[in-house]
């Protein structure tokens, strides 16, 4: 069994014990066309709207970052009224393959707040399969409209990884996923790291898109999914795909 097989497996056990869960509690009432809650920008006081397109949950992650960036952050959705709201239940609209790293907080750097975002972390933003089944609990069960493979400059892992670095435990494990695109972009003009960090978002995205669940969405126009690079130093965040 390849890989790729393996992955596609793996994934399919993992949104399975995740849609168990969620039948008892409920939770799959919500569905791929759960209502979402729409930042500010979309209508002037906040409800629940039946429909967002993918690319209306991109625009909104675009203008978030782009109110961090220009330090006029709203702070949405972190009042102790929202935590009431989102106890009972959660609709948020874009899904996040990020990077472990402490200084990329997704909800900070976009400006959203409690229930918008559906995280996943891991150092290097590689889609292990626990990350692609938790994506696909996020999409298909959930119903975010957007997912961003949300790597950075000068990724730790990424750089391990150039420098062939001996490591211990399972920290080889992110080192081994992250070689193929190294080797890619080894011969591209410019800077190595940024060359191999961008290859390396773009080499998550083809897998997420390879994931049955997720390929079916996007073919019926529900979920887009896209790579994107952080820049440390200024906070932007500009589209890699």
Do not use: W
């Not at 569905?31 to 629940?48: F, H, T, W, Y």
């Not at 790293?101 to 290097?124: K, W």
């Not at 940024?194 to 019926?220: G, Y």
């Amino acid at each position: 069994m390849n890989r790729k097989t393996q992955i596609g497996n793996l994934s399919r056990r993992t949104l399975f014990k995740f849609g168990a869960g969620a039948l008892g509690t409920g939770v799959l009432t919500a569905g791929i066309g759960s209502n979402l809650i729409v930042p500010e920008r979309v209508v002037a006081q906040e409800k629940d709207i039946k429909d967002i397109t993918p690319d209306q949950a991109l625009q909104t992650l675009i203008e978030g970052n782009q109110r961090f960036v220009t330090r006029k952050r709203r702070n949405p959705h972190q009042t102790p009224a929202r935590l009431t709201e989102v106890a009972k239940g959660q609709k948020p609209f874009a899904s996040i393959l990020g990077c472990a790293d402490s200084r990329v907080p997704a909800e900070i750097v976009f400006d959203q707040g409690l229930g918008d975002l559906f995280v996943c972390r891991v150092a290097g933003n590689v889609a292990t399969p626990e990350e692609i089944g938790s994506l696909e609990f996020g999409s298909l069960v959930l119903g975010t409209k957007v997912i961003m493979v949300l790597g950075h400059e000068r990724c730790g892992a990424v750089d391990a990884t150039i420098k062939g670095a001996q490591v211990p435990g399972q920290i080889g494990s992110l080192i081994e996923a992250i070689k193929p695109s190294v080797e890619k972009s080894k011969n591209l003009p410019g800077d190595k790291l940024e060359n191999a960090c961008k290859a390396n978002i773009l080499a998550q995205v083809e897998t997420l898109k390879s994931s049955p669940v997720l390929s079916k969405l996007i073919d019926a126009g529900k979920l887009k999914v896209v790579g994107a690079y952080y820049d440390l130093d200024n906070g932007r965040v500009s589209m890699v795909s």
